[in-house]
């Protein structure tokens, strides 16, 4: 069982920024397709941003230039930095990983790809 530890949630005026973290003990974490996640209250959980094991990334269109999702393979952590927040970011954040036996090759942006799930950090922005 992969435990994923998330982290940095709270709650900014639009226009702010924050970093949310994502730590694992797993030894595997280079290895890891890896995911940030957000579900808002009434909707479907979506993806947010993606990478691979290389660093391969994929955004949804609603944060790219704004969000930055990267890792430390040292530090078995993941990050998503947000700038230029907006109200509608609002939501309950989740990282996610899966591991398919070898290197991730292409990052994945869908929650069913995914079978390991933190237990999320809320983040509000206020307008």
């Known amino acids: 069982q992969v435990q994923l530890v998330e982290s940095g949630g709270g709650s900014v005026m639009a226009g702010g920024s924050l970093t949310l973290s994502c730590a694992t003990s797993?030894?595997?974490?280079?290895?890891?397709?890896m995911g940030w996640f957000r579900q808002a209250p009434g909707k479907e959980r979506e993806g947010v941003a993606a990478?691979?094991?290389?660093?391969?990334?994929t955004y949804a269109d609603s944060v790219k230039g704004r969000f930055t999702i990267s890792k430390d393979n040292a530090k078995r952590t993941l990050y998503l930095e947000m700038n230029s927040l907006k109200p509608e970011d609002t939501a309950m954040y989740y990282c996610a990983a899966v591991w398919n036996g070898g290197n991730c090759y292409t990052p994945r942006n869908r929650p069913a790809e995914y079978n390991y799930w933190g237990q999320g950090t809320q983040l509000t922005v206020s307008s």
């Open positions: 797993s030894y595997l974490f280079n290895k890891y397709c």
């Open positions: 990478i691979d094991s290389v660093g391969r990334t």
